[in-house]
């Protein structure tokens, strides 16, 4: 059975091993110091034992000193050859991980289905309950390498040799930028609560322009709820609900404020800038709760919201939109699990620049309050 594969975002901050350190040894607090991270929390510890798993850092979370590998170093450093760089990211990120190697080597050339590399995964042996996390991880993970890309209409797995061939001399692969490894964390747990009948564990409230009947943001709202945001859900076992859909009589911002609060997670979607969304999602970052962002390629983010992760998704060619209708789902999946998983320790606006604001808030029809 294969280690539970978790995607993880490798940031400048995250990275500082390279930025403050020039890629050399650095003691392990004066790291999470200039992180500005507690070096002893759960997720401090498991960024340090995912990047050394990976291949990316010698030392345990106990270490008195970390430092990067060689390829480490490589994959993460401005001043290597682009080249290099890239065959560095592909080694730690895709060959040196078994299942990820094994459907690679299995499917480069071309990209099947999904059900397809989960099949794959169950005749070679690996556990049935992490096959979709590492699918997913897998499909990231190439996406940052620029192993896909649409050939006909559909997309392929591309080998590593062509796109190195196919890099421009010039070219800069920033070190810092999406997802580059697959990382292990254990399952996200919620405290189970219900309101009339509902289990809130269970809820993914999607915060998003909904519209009038027929009009653009309505039509983008709908494409987006059952072709891209519901599939997303399916595998972490959550139910989306839309403001619209909650179905519950009284006054329409209660309850949307309830679901802001209450729901396991939220997926807010940026697109056509609504001020509503943002209001809502305000909220959910004061009470430090999983949230995940998502927004058309053509809309630009707010300054306050554009160091966080994002799904960037391009809405202009429904041709090109559809074959990545994957990729989108499982990115959109992975983000989601990343953000349970951090809870209150997840980065959001207000946790950054005012982290030791407190929040209370008072119970909805007699249940249990949440307190941040």
Known sequence: M?????????????????????????????????LGKTPDSGTSRQLVTNSSRYGLTKGSYTAEHLELTDLGRTATSPDAPAADRLRARFVLAIDTQKPFKSLYEKFKGRLPAQAVLR??????????????????????????????????????????????????????????????????????????????GVGWDSICFYITPI????????????????????????ELELTVIRADQIGKAGMITAQVVEHVIRSRLVIAD???????VFYELSIRHACKLPAVQLIRAADRIPFDLDQFRTVR????????????????????????????????????PLTVFCPGLQVTVPSFNGSVAVAA
């Open 211 to 234: 519209g009038d009947a027929g009009s653009e943001e309505r039509k983008h709202s709908d494409l987006f709820l059952n072709s891209i945001v519901s599939p997303a859900m399916e």
């Open 313 to 348: 998704i391009d809405t202009t060619d429904i041709y090109t939109l559809v074959p990545k209708s994957d990729v989108i789902r499982a990115e959109i999946a992975t983000h989601a699990r990343r953000a349970i998983d951090e809870g209150e320790n997840a980065e959001n």
């Open 270 to 276: 940026l697109s056509f800038l609504n001020p509503n």
């Open 119 to 196: 099949d794959h995964l169950i005749d070679e042996g690996y556990d049935m309950s992490e096959i979709n996390e590492c699918v997913d991880n897998f499909i990231l993970n190439a996406k940052f390498l620029g192993l896909l890309k649409t050939v006909a209409g559909a997309e392929r797995l591309l080998p590593i040799d062509h796109v190195l061939e196919e890099l421009p001399p010039s070219s800069r692969i920033g070190p810092y930028e999406t997802p580059l490894l697959a990382a292990v964390a254990g399952d996200a747990t919620g405290a189970p609560a219900t309101a009339d």
């Open 2 to 34: 294969f280690r539970r594969f978790r995607a993880i975002r490798v940031t400048a901050r995250r990275l500082a091993a390279q930025e403050h350190a020039a890629g050399q040894k650095i003691r392990r607090l004066t790291l999470f110091e200039r």
